[in-house]
């Protein structure tokens, strides 16, 4: 309550504890650095294995007609598992490591992805692929050169929702000693007698890092795709 | 204990667990703490339906402020839930359930605006100026034409907004809350895999209960032809048009839309 928050921390900041201490940025960089790395790294693998995992998936999915129920409704029933139980399940299996961290959040950017790859595939129009096929192209040939450069954009969408929810779930790992920037705002700020300097920081971070990566994709989205540019409305 | 027979074992521990009366009925104990995750879920998407519903339909009505209504659904995803958890938690609201509140209907909004928004700029232009040249009123021309056609993807809004915050209440257990989270909490705190896989078990499935409680209320007030819900997943062949069900439900933004 107001009393313990305004109750004394010594170690870190002196008596008064104010929302925003440039101070406490300066002293305590050596100790955020790590958290932030510790962030990115679980944010970028468990993006990238996501990928790699949906990309099979969405196309079984897309070619399959009868896979694509289950896989999307399977899909649906673990983005539904809240982020804490998930971590939950996992730990009795892969302990108190990043590992169980990054399984979780592996599961939560596949949904994400193999939806948005999937109503990528599905938006290419059946005149283009007829247009394809009368052209000479085999099934190959149909998927690199044309089903995928139009796919492309509800794909790059997947990857920018996925990395940016992903910053902001890694923040749970904490439940088991793993949050990255969440080990700063709730052990080094809340658990330390309500330490506001890392919590404001931390959350700061985790939403820099967030738009940052956000920005990064989308800038490979305008190379990738230089005709959606004309096309915006 | 972190191998496939430490895993077997915590299941084990959990089903004893939750077969003990005393787990249920004590003081903290799963019914008390499911109460506090079930009022402060539900005066959390009351205060956000509060906001989100008329600010939606308002926009959505007049046309105006789409961007903002989208782009704030986009953005809100940058930030973590548990971080505004925690500065709730460490404003004088600090530990009166009204920190959880705040900080979970803060994110009952956003899915529930850009459905609202999206849902009644859908409704197809002519149905409108029907509604209009048949004498209704503005008010009329929201309630009878527009909302009832933008019910299905409302709905999904809501469903959306209440499934993230049954699951961020969770989270309040990380800080100070009292809810379901803490059986969690405190299994990782005694390394007991049986308590946290009953934890578990329980949070996940009020998420799925209530996913699938509001598909069926969804179901129940969208009007005209309708399909029910999660029949797809079961059903071999139905993909072009459960698909499109399934891409609906995801909140506006989650998903580039094919451009027809």
Same mark, same amino acid.
């Given at each position: 309550?107001?009393?313990?928050?305004?109750?004394?921390?010594?170690?870190?900041?002196?008596?008064?504890?104010?929302?925003?201490?440039?101070?406490?940025?300066?002293?305590?960089?050596?100790?955020?650095?790590?958290?932030?790395?510790?962030?990115?790294?679980?944010?970028?693998?468990?993006?990238?294995?996501?990928?790699?995992?949906?990309?099979?998936?969405?196309?079984?999915?897309?070619?399959?007609?009868?896979?694509?129920?289950?896989?999307?409704?399977?899909?649906?029933?673990?983005?539904?598992?809240?982020?804490?139980?998930?971590?939950? $399940?996992? !730990? #009795? =299996?892969?302990?108190? @490591?990043?590992?169980? %961290?990054?399984?979780? &959040?592996? +599961?939560?950017?596949?949904?994400?992805?193999?939806?948005?790859?999937?109503?990528?595939?599905?938006?290419?129009?059946?005149?283009?692929?007829?247009?394809?096929?009368?052209?000479?192209?085999?099934?190959?040939?149909?998927?690199?050169?044309?089903?995928?450069?139009?796919?492309?954009?509800?794909?790059?969408?997947?990857?920018?929702?996925?990395?940016?929810?992903?910053?902001?779930?890694?923040?749970?790992?904490?439940?088991?000693?793993?949050?990255?920037?969440?080990?700063?705002?709730?052990?080094?700020?809340?658990?330390?007698?309500? $330490?506001? !300097? #890392? =919590?404001?920081?931390? @959350?700061?971070?985790? %939403?820099?890092?967030? &738009?940052? +990566?956000?920005?990064?994709?989308?800038?490979?989205?305008?190379?990738?795709?230089?005709?959606?540019?004309?096309?915006?409305? | 204990?972190?191998?496939?027979?430490?895993?077997?074992?915590?299941?084990?521990?959990?089903?004893?667990?939750?077969?003990?009366?005393?787990?249920?009925?004590?003081?903290?104990?799963?019914?008390?703490?499911?109460?506090?995750?079930?009022?402060?879920?539900?005066?959390?998407?009351?205060?956000?339906?509060?906001?989100?519903?008329?600010?939606?339909?308002?926009?959505?009505?007049?046309?105006?402020?789409?961007?903002?209504?989208?782009?704030?659904?986009?953005?809100?995803?940058?930030?973590?839930?548990?971080?505004?958890?925690?500065?709730?938690?460490?404003?004088?609201?600090?530990?009166?359930?009204?920190?959880?509140?705040?900080?979970?209907?803060?994110?009952?909004?956003?899915?529930?605006?850009?459905?609202?928004?999206?849902?009644?700029?859908?409704?197809?232009?002519?149905?409108?100026?029907?509604?209009?040249?048949?004498?209704?009123?503005?008010?009329?021309?929201?309630?009878?034409?527009?909302?009832?056609?933008?019910?299905?993807?409302?709905?999904?809004?809501?469903?959306?907004?209440?499934?993230?915050?049954?699951?961020?209440?969770?989270?309040?257990?990380?800080?100070?809350?009292?809810?379901?989270?803490?059986?969690?909490?405190?299994?990782?705190?005694?390394?007991?895999?049986?308590?946290?896989?009953?934890?578990?078990?329980?949070?996940?499935?009020?998420?799925?209960?209530?996913?699938?409680?509001?598909?069926?209320?969804?179901?129940?007030?969208?009007?005209?032809?309708?399909?029910?819900?999660?029949?797809?997943?079961?059903?071999?062949?139905?993909?072009?048009?459960?698909?499109?069900?399934?891409?609906?439900?995801?909140?506006?933004?989650?998903?580039?839309?094919?451009?027809?």
């Amino acid at each position: 309550m107001g009393a313990l928050s305004g109750s004394v921390l010594a170690v870190e900041g002196g008596a008064s504890n104010p929302w925003i201490n440039l101070e406490y940025l300066s002293d305590n960089w050596d100790r955020i650095v790590p958290y932030l790395g510790e962030h990115v790294r679980l944010t970028l693998i468990s993006v990238l294995l996501g990928t790699v995992l949906a990309l099979p998936l969405s196309v079984v999915a897309h070619r399959l007609r009868y896979a694509a129920g289950p896989i999307l409704g399977a899909s649906t029933l673990l983005y539904t598992i809240p982020s804490l139980a998930m971590f939950a $399940f996992i !730990a #009795p =299996i892969t302990g108190l @490591t990043p590992t169980t %961290v990054i399984i979780g &959040l592996v +599961l939560y950017s596949l949904v994400i992805l193999v939806r948005n790859f999937l109503a990528g595939l599905q938006s290419v129009p059946a005149d283009v692929r007829e247009a394809a096929r009368g052209m000479g192209y085999g099934p190959v040939q149909l998927f690199f050169k044309v089903e995928v450069p139009l796919a492309l954009p509800s794909f790059m969408t997947g990857l920018r929702v996925a990395t940016v929810s992903t910053v902001a779930l890694v923040t749970v790992g904490v439940i088991i000693g793993q949050g990255g920037l969440g080990q700063l705002i709730v052990v080094e700020g809340f658990r330390r007698n309500y $330490f506001k !300097a #890392p =919590i404001v920081f931390g @959350t700061i971070l985790c %939403v820099l890092l967030a &738009l940052l +990566l956000d920005q990064i994709l989308a800038y490979v989205e305008r190379r990738l795709t230089p005709w959606t540019q004309r096309r915006a409305t | 204990m972190d191998s496939t027979a430490g895993h077997v074992n915590a299941f084990e521990g959990a089903l004893r667990y939750l077969n003990d009366p005393l787990n249920w009925t004590r003081n903290n104990g799963i019914l008390d703490l499911m109460g506090d995750h079930l009022a402060i879920s539900g005066l959390a998407m009351l205060f956000g339906l509060l906001v989100a519903l008329p600010l939606g339909i308002w926009l959505g009505h007049t046309g105006r402020g789409g961007s903002f209504a989208v782009g704030i659904s986009n953005t809100s995803r940058a930030v973590p839930t548990l971080a505004i958890l925690t500065i709730m938690a460490i404003t004088p609201l600090g530990f009166t359930i009204w920190a959880p509140v705040i900080a979970l209907a803060v994110f009952a909004v956003p899915p529930i605006l850009a459905n609202t928004y999206v849902g009644f700029r859908e409704v197809d232009r002519d149905v409108l100026e029907a509604a209009r040249a048949m004498g209704m009123g503005e008010g009329q021309v929201i309630l009878r034409a527009e909302l009832p056609l933008a019910m299905r993807l409302i709905t999904t809004g809501v469903r959306t907004a209440a499934v993230q915050v049954v699951a961020t209440a969770t989270l309040a257990a990380l800080l100070a809350g009292g809810t379901l989270g803490r059986i969690i909490r405190s299994g990782f705190g005694t390394q007991d895999y049986g308590e946290v896989l009953a934890g578990a078990l329980l949070v996940a499935l009020l998420a799925l209960l209530t996913e699938v409680v509001l598909a069926g209320v969804g179901w129940a007030l969208t009007p005209g032809l309708k399909r029910i819900p999660f029949r797809g997943w079961f059903r071999r062949g139905g993909a072009p048009a459960e698909t499109e069900e399934a891409l609906a439900a995801l909140p506006v933004g989650e998903v580039a839309r094919p451009t027809v």
